[in-house]
């Protein structure tokens, strides 16, 4: 499959996906974005024989949009379907936050090679995404999930005793309790080693990114909470590691950069020339240390969500993107994030991923709940 739909293509994973595209040579067959902005619009004169798809089109984008681009333009949640569904394309989906999942399921139910970096749509939706899975192929582009499917790669998955997540305990690790109740919005933003969007580093400094990343395991790889760990590695260049039943360990090495999953993704099981400088094992030192989960309070949260299963990882999910979205306009403080996800997770009623809906349904409630969580601090 040489060709490729990108969805959240204006986004950081995205960009990075189109440039890896170009330089393998695939044709690009669908961009979306949620809006219709000067960004999609510049990538839509780019590839001009890509279908653009703008969700959640404004007046006037989505009028210039039509006279601009006619039948290439669709919009709204139905037209991203549609563009996931395309056969015989690798469908990318970098779309930010749980308004990923109906394209990922779609998109391996279409038989399509789903390359997933939308992490929300295994962590609200696992059940539903594994049993589309049976349809399709899919690909983890998340760099620690890369990893772990390179080093499973060949193995049996009754052999693996144990998943290790790293962690490169973001901006705060170090930092007590006391410390966080203090930080602010800009020095939570300041990310020591990956370049990201600004919800997904907020999420890295909580470790609430790596509670989702946890969950996301869980359902890729089937192997149940209590056989995936997470240990703290500052230098970000170890990227996860596997043990096996032998005590055997491997690990997946290499810059932090994304085009090396968002690659993978594309060429697996192939390999081919990459862009990326080689990382020079001889000029950094590696280390590990555990969590502190005591200053970092969502990691056990996630896992609580997970163990829970049903709607909770969806309700933990929503909880913390209000949480985050009310941090960066500075309504509430760093430490009040997961105090916010704990008060919704204790509200929340969970029920069986069964359907898209039910999954919505979960969503909506949790995010109620979180508005009021936050107006009470
Ligand atoms: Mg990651």
């Not at 595209?21 to 961009?31: I, W, Y």
């Not at 600004?198 to 359902?219: C, Q, Y």
């Not at 094992?281 to 200053?295: G, M």
Request: net charge negative; proline share 4%.
């Amino acid at each position: 499959m040489r060709s490729v739909v990108v969805l959240g293509a204006t986004g950081s994973v995205g960009r990075q996906t189109l440039e890896v595209a170009d330089r393998l040579g695939f044709s690009v067959e669908g961009l979306a974005a949620r809006r219709a902005g000067r960004e999609l619009e510049e990538l839509a004169t780019r590839y001009e024989r890509a279908a653009i798809v703008a969700v959640e089109p404004d007046e006037a984008g989505h009028a210039r949009y039509r006279d601009r681009f006619g039948k290439r333009y669709g919009w709204g949640m139905g037209a991203l379907a549609e563009l996931a569904a395309r056969p015989g394309c690798t469908v990318v989906n970098g779309v930010v936050g749980a308004a990923g999942l109906e394209a990922s399921i779609v998109s391996l139910q279409a038989g399509n090679r789903l390359a997933l970096a939308n992490k929300e749509s295994l962590v609200v939706g696992g059940p539903l995404v594994v049993a589309a899975a049976e349809s399709g192929e899919l690909i983890p582009v998340d760099s620690e999930h890369s990893a772990l499917f390179q080093c499973i790669h060949g193995e049996a998955i009754p052999e693996v005793s144990r998943l290790l997540l790293t962690a490169s305990g973001g901006p705060f690790r170090g930092r007590n309790v006391t410390d966080l109740a203090r930080v602010g919005v800009d020095e939570a933003l300041a990310h020591p080693t990956w370049r990201m969007g600004p919800r997904i580093t907020i999420d890295s400094a909580t470790l609430v990114n790596k509670g989702l990343e946890v969950i996301e395991a869980h359902f890729l790889f089937g192997l149940p909470f209590d056989r995936v760990d997470v240990v703290v590695h500052p230098q970000s260049i170890v990227h996860s590691l596997v043990e096996f039943v032998d005590g055997s360990l491997k690990a997946h090495l290499g810059v932090t950069d994304m085009r090396i999953p968002i690659q993978y993704a594309l060429t697996y099981p192939a390999r081919a020339d990459g862009v990326v400088p080689r990382f020079d094992i001889t000029r950094t030192a590696l280390t590990f240390e555990p969590v502190d989960r005591v200053a970092f309070p969502a990691l056990d949260l996630a896992y609580a969500a997970g163990r829970g299963g049903g709607t909770l990882p969806a309700a933990f999910n929503a909880a913390d993107e209000v949480a985050v979205e009310a941090f960066l306009r500075s309504r509430i403080g760093f430490l009040d994030i997961a105090g916010v996800i704990a008060e919704v997770m204790e509200d929340h009623d969970a029920v069986d991923v069964a359907s898209i809906d039910a999954v919505r349904q979960a969503d909506r409630d949790a995010r109620r709940s979180a508005a009021a969580a936050v107006a009470r601090r």
